[in-house]
């Protein structure tokens, strides 16, 4: 990896003795190779700017565009002021606020936590509505009840809502604590035929989601998979329209795989994995098997069989024939496997989101997609664990971008995850690169015009990690006169805990918060959205995957204009804290 410092600060930007303006538009595209020499002029304040590169391939350079959020509904006196740097901030609640038997508890406890968020400032929440609750018992047999009173409530305190529909089960993902299986009428399919879940070379089977092979197989008591997702979509909008329609719920993120991700479980630590394996590909049910032994034989090469070298969940890359240097996933069978494994998880979640879109078109909200921040083999040539996962990225190809290129049609937005991460506390062993990850996740998104939001992956209550959220949220900082030319839609933070309410923490978190919002006052309007847009037609697979072509990230900032504080803040608040302890 270069790293080249910038510190030549102008208004105009001289790219090879071509001038290329900034003009305020929702979206952008702007690649510079390495060889380039800049000027950069900018009437804001600035720290140097950081560029990286992990040596990918730069094919072409674009104009620079302001980012912003594509809500039509802003006013022009917000548009041309600082407030337009103003970025929502929303707080994840509990996994199992609402149990695992559809209960309500602690509301009181909730209403608690909730307007204390209100009060400082936070824009809303964000909550899983579990198929595993609402569905439980057989199909479309939906009880929505629990979920009624906690939008009740959330609506009370004066705060909006980010729905996930979770057709995962919760457990056995980093950080779960609570237990909800998929409904159990689909797991009783399942022990009929264990094909409908993924499954691994070894022949385990994975039941936190659905095979994707089933997509489109009426194997669930007459329905397909999508036409499940499809059913319970409306059922949602049906018994929560007074929510909808007020503008309490303004987003509903759509879940497509594991942990709610458009990826597969390739890393499942149910079945043994732990950081930094690089996983399994999960494509060896009989549905999957078919759909490949199909895709080759039509290719010319029937011969041709899934990976058989591909290593064990807690490999390293150079241990596995498919992953070493110059291994299977550089010849003509590997690069054609890759392509139908990634191709095939494009293609689940378009036509998932095309059936959301479908459903909540005309409503003020945005629909979401959800990618994993996989950083670890990052740094390896093979990015081993972003293949098992169905992220075809290499350093000269973009797995990404076709991904946010196929969210485009349906007018959505990507959800970006370990936006709280640097590349230092990482472990080196497993070449991790999370910061240069967001970089290119963000980059591809804002070039194929669409608003990317963000989560961390973790739980973090220390300055260095809100810090960097706030640099990927405004990567060249904020303009006091407009928009910034770089900003994300949102950051939802993981999560709502008792942790967050310690005195120290909730003290640093409201600072963090206010930094979010660019040192402005809480607006309701900068989450208001336009009418959602029907899908645009069907891009075929091939126009999505000029998008592997390979962009230079846009240049990012060596640290934010809105800093929570850093090393001495601690040390103060450690001295008072002390002092405070000597006192009493």
């Known amino acids: 990896m270069h790293i080249y410092i910038m510190s030549s600060i102008s208004s105009t930007i001289v790219v090879s003795k071509q001038v290329v303006g900034v003009v305020n538009h929702p979206q952008h595209s ?26 990918r391939a ?77 569905e439980a018992h057989a199909p479309k047999q939906y009880d929505w009840s629990s979920y009624v009173k906690l939008f009740h409530l959330v609506r009370k305190c004066g705060l909006r809502i980010q729905a996930i529909m979770s057709f995962h089960q919760c457990g056995g993902n980093i950080g779960d604590g609570v237990y909800i299986p998929v409904p159990q009428w689909v797991l009783s399919i399942g022990e009929k035929d264990a094909d409908v879940f993924y499954t691994n070379k070894s022949g385990n089977r994975n039941q936190e989601y659905l095979s994707l092979g089933v997509d489109n197989l009426p194997l669930f008591q ?92 807690n490999d390293t890359p150079e241990k596995t024939g498919f992953f070493k240097p110059n291994g299977t996933y550089k010849t003509e069978k590997g690069i054609f496997f890759l392509k ?15 059936e959301a879109n479908k459903i909540f078109q005309g409503y003020k909200i945005r629909i979401a997609a959800k990618v994993s921040g996989i950083h670890w083999w990052y740094n390896d040539d093979s990015h081993a664990c972003e293949l098992t996962s169905g992220y075809y990225n290499m350093k000269d190809r973009d797995g990404y971008r076709p991904i946010a290129r196929m969210i485009s049609r349906h007018y959505g937005t990507l959800n970006f995850t370990c936006m709280e991460m640097r590349n230092f506390e990482q472990s080196a062993e497993a070449k991790c690169a999370p910061q240069q990850l967001v970089q290119q996740v963000l980059s591809g998104g804002w070039t194929e015009k669409i608003d990317v939001a ?50 120290q923490n909730f003290k640093i978190f409201k600072l963090f918060v206010k930094k979010m919002h660019a040192d402005q006052e809480y607006c309701r309007e900068m989450t208001d959205l336009p009418p959602l847009k029907r899908s645009k037609p069907k891009i075929p697979i091939e126009k999505l995957l000029e998008a592997t072509e390979t962009i230079e990230t846009f240049p990012w900032e060596s640290e934010t204009d809105m800093s929570v504080g850093g090393i001495l803040a601690d040390y103060l608040d450690n001295l008072f804290n002390k002092l405070f302890s000597i006192l009493n």
């Open 30 to 55: 702007d690649k510079r190779s390495n060889g380039q020499q800049w000027q950069l002029k900018n009437n804001l304040k600035r720290r140097p700017l950081l560029f990286t590169s992990n040596k």
């Open 58 to 134: 730069i094919v072409k350079i674009r104009p620079l565009q302001a980012i912003v959020t594509t809500a039509e509904t802003i006013s022009p006196l917000i548009r041309n002021s600082a407030m337009a740097n103003y970025v929502p901030l929303f707080v994840m609640l509990p996994l199992g606020v609402v149990t695992r038997e559809n209960k309500f508890p602690d509301e009181a406890k909730f209403e608690k936590q909730l307007n204390e968020l209100k009060r400082a400032g936070v824009d809303g929440v964000m909550v899983d509505v579990w198929w595993g609750i609402t």
């Open 222 to 313: 007459g329905r397909t998979a999508v036409e499940m997702y499809r059913d319970y979509m409306i059922s949602f909008k049906e018994n929560m329209s007074d929510f909808l329609e007020d503008e309490t719920i303004i987003d509903v993120e759509v879940g497509l795989g594991p942990a709610g991700e458009l990826r597969y479980p390739s890393y499942p630590e149910t079945q043994g994995w732990v950081f930094p394996g690089i996983g399994e590909f999960q494509c060896y049910d009989k549905y999957l098997k078919q759909d490949f032994k199909e895709a080759a034989a039509n290719a010319g090469h029937p011969e041709w069989d899934l990976p058989d070298n591909a290593g064990t969940y």
């Open 340 to 354: 139908w494994y990634s191709n095939k998880l494009i293609e689940h979640g378009d036509q998932i989101l095309d």
């Open 454 to 503: 963000g989560e961390n992956a973790l739980p973090r209550y220390d300055r260095a990690g809100y810090n960097q959220i706030l640099l990927n949220v405004r990567p060249n900082g904020v303009n006091k006169n407009g928009p910034p030319k770089l900003k994300m839609a949102g950051v939802t933070y993981l999560r709502l805990t008792d942790e967050l309410f310690e005195p």
